[in-house]
């Protein structure tokens, strides 16, 4: 009979799963470079326990990815920032991404590592303040490899003379930014002009200091625009022929600025999100008319209501001038009295022929049960020949029951044989 195999020992299972180890030490280069980046900065920093040839591999990295996301539910800085200095120093590799929460006390170091990320051909630069506005030294604008910038809570300086602009950024995302006094309005305005790969703008909250003015966003690039702000910051819209989407809430352009000239800006659009809600300052109407039409937008997302004749108007002034909309999605507002009466005669009166001839999905969420939205969806259901499900879900406040409500939407006439109508229960 043959010998039956020794049982390993503790320490025979130890230099079995070094020789494992020291295994994987002679694939190629590629691979390992591969394998370590993948699993992350931290776990690669700790294969340098493995054995003594794994002891320093991870610093020969050609690129590192400094990621320090915020834990679920943890307000503050993103935890293993006071390891960023000693990466950076024992690695001397590019560094592709940097993404950190930032609070007061790593505020202060900032200024030194972005230096080193200009320096490493940093691509993506995703910094985010929790503990006030950050001020960014001008090594930021250095950051010429830059593909994605996104700022959240922090202070631009000044432009540096000389500056080329990002020749290769595709994405920049502001998010209550705040550009230095006399900088002002044009500051902005020649970051984008002279990102000629930009593809995606988000604006929210920006604050420019200085006198008022009016500038223009161009970028002949740009798919998605983004925009969201409390005041008229002066930007008007150049050409944008790629663009595909656009997502509007600006609320001081009630005052009196041109809103439909400055809506005609995004008439090549397929997706468009905009908000109507507001009240307009001035008493006149936010949209009546528009001086184009939206040829190719196929998805409307309006934020409104049905009780002020401005955003009533409003709404069909969007629908009349989409005829090849195919999707409707509608979010009201909680809280909103009905102020004005515009019952299906009214509503029958705005629509025109060759208005939602294409229309197949609408979406009404937060619904009152308020006369004016009830007016609202029979016409939709009345007039949508190839409308296929209707959705509705109400809000927390609401004027009738929903039982009875819902038997009543069940019993309008429809347009359309395939149409359905369905009820959601209350809006998330």
Known sequence: ???????????????????????????????????????????????????????????????????????KGHRGASKGLRAVDSVLLRCPGRVRRFYAYLDSLYAGRIDDWLIVLSRRGVQVFNLVSVDGIIVL????????????????????????????????????????????????????EEIIAISPSLEKLLLWDVEIAGDFSQWLIQAPNLRHLNIRSAQD???????????????????DYLRGRDFAKFLAGFASVTKLVLCTRHSPLNGANILETLPCTFGNLKSLKLYTQFCELSSILSTFCLLRNAPNLERLKILIDDGV??????????????????MCVKLQFVQITGIHWLANELSFIEIILSKTRLLRTLSVSHGEKCSMCNEGVVNKLLNYPRASSHAEVLYEGKAS
């Open 1 to 71: 009979m043959s010998a039956l195999p020794q049982p390993y020992t503790p320490r025979r299972l130890t230099e079995v799963a070094a020789a494992e180890v020291d295994a994987l030490i002679s694939l190629p280069t590629g691979v390992l470079d591969d394998v370590l980046t993948r699993v992350g900065l931290r776990d690669a920093v700790r294969t340098s326990a493995l054995s003594r040839a794994w002891r320093r591999r991870w610093e020969a990295l050609p690129s590192l990815d400094l990621d320090f996301p915020r834990p």
């Open 137 to 188: 030294p001008s090594a930021v604008f250095s950051c010429g490899r830059l593909t994605v910038l996104r700022l959240y809570g922090c202070a631009l300086p000044l432009l540096p003379a000389g500056f080329v602009g990002f020749p290769e950024l595709r994405s920049l995302a502001l998010i209550n930014v705040r550009f230095q006094e006399h900088g002002e309005y044009h500051q902005l």
């Open 233 to 251: 910051l002066g930007w008007n819209i150049g050409e944008f022929p790629s663009l595909q989407s656009a997502e509007i809430d600006i609320r």
């Open 337 to 354: 009295e009905q102020k004005y009466e515009a019952n299906g005669e009214f509503q029958n009166a705005q629509w025109t022929d060759g």
